[in-house]
Nanobody, 122 residues
C-alpha cells in the first residue's frame, strides 16, 4: 500500500487548504485512513480518521468544525479540507493507513505517506 500526500503550502490565518492522500496498491475498503500532523518539537498527533467501509468520520476537538475528511471512491483518494486555519495548525501533515479498528495512535498505522508541509502565517 502506497500513500502520497499533496496540497500543502503557505496560507494566511483564516484561510483554507485541501490536502489529498492518493492511495494505491490495495483497496481502501478494509482500512482506516488517518490524518496526522507533527509540529516542530511536538509528537505526531492524529487529527481526523475515516473508517472506509462504514464511511465513519472522527475528529479531534482541536479541528472539529474546521476540518473535514472525505473520500473519493472512484479515485481511491482521501481528502482533508481545512478551513479557518490558525497559526497553531502549522505542521507537517501525514496520511496513514491502518487496519480496521485503528484509532488515534500512530503506532497502529502501518503505511505512511511522505508528509506535506502546511504553514499558517502572514
Amino acid at each position: 500500500l502506497q500513500l502520497v500526500e499533496s496540497g500543502g503550502g503557505l496560507v494566511q490565518p483564516g484561510g483554507s487548504l485541501r490536502l489529498s492522500c492518493a492511495v494505491s496498491g490495495s483497496s481502501l475498503d478494509d482500512y482506516v485512513i488517518g490524518w496526522f500532523r507533527q509540529a516542530p518539537g511536538k509528537e505526531r498527533e492524529g487529527i481526523s480518521l475515516i473508517f472506509i467501509r462504514e464511511n465513519g468520520t472522527y475528529y479531534r476537538d482541536s479541528v472539529r468544525g474546521r476540518f473535514f475528511i472525505s473520500r473519493d471512491v472512484g479515485k481511491d483518494t482521501v481528502y482533508l479540507q481545512m478551513n479557518s486555519l490558525k497559526r497553531e495548525d502549522t505542521a507537517v501533515y501525514y496520511c496513514a493507513a491502518g487496519p480496521w479498528g485503528s484509532s488515534w495512535y500512530a503506532t497502529q498505522y502501518h503505511f505512511w505517506g511522505q508528509g506535506t508541509q502546511v504553514t499558517v502565517s502572514t
